[in-house]
Nanobody
Framework: QVQLVESGGGLVQPGGSLRLSCAASTSRFSLYAMGWYRRAPGEQRQLVATITTSGSTNYADSVKGRFSISRDNAKKTVYLQMTSLKAEDTAVYYC???????WGQGTQVTVSS
């Protein structure tokens, strides 16, 4: 059973930054593409960013130029660096082994003054 544990969420003012982390329990982490998703209140889950095993990245249009996904295979961790945060980025953020049913528990990000 693979476990994913997100951390790094919190309350931040508009224009601020946060870095989310997702630590995986599997020794096969380097073999998986990873994704970050978010779900805002009353909305469906949205794919935010993905990173392949070779490090290629892809982003939702709404976060391009502001968010950056990266990974450290030695630490079995994927990151989401978020800058220039906006109120509409407020959501619970989840990491996922891309294309699988493995999800973390989520971490709340609230952007508010």
């Amino acid at each position: 059973q693979v476990q994913l544990v997100e951390s790094g969420g919190g309350l931040v003012q508009p224009g601020g930054s946060l870095r989310l982390s997702c630590a995986a329990s599997t020794s096969r982490f380097s073999l998986y593409a990873m994704g970050w998703y978010r779900r805002a209140p009353g909305e469906q889950r949205q794919l935010v960013a993905t990173i392949t095993t070779s490090g290629s990245t892809n982003y939702a249009d709404s976060v391009k130029g502001r968010f950056s996904i990266s990974r450290d295979n030695a630490k079995k961790t994927v990151y989401l660096q978020m800058t220039s945060l906006k109120a509409e980025d407020t959501a619970v953020y989840y990491c996922n082994i891309f294309g699988t049913g493995y999800w973390g528990q989520g971490t709340q990000v609230t952007v508010s003054s």
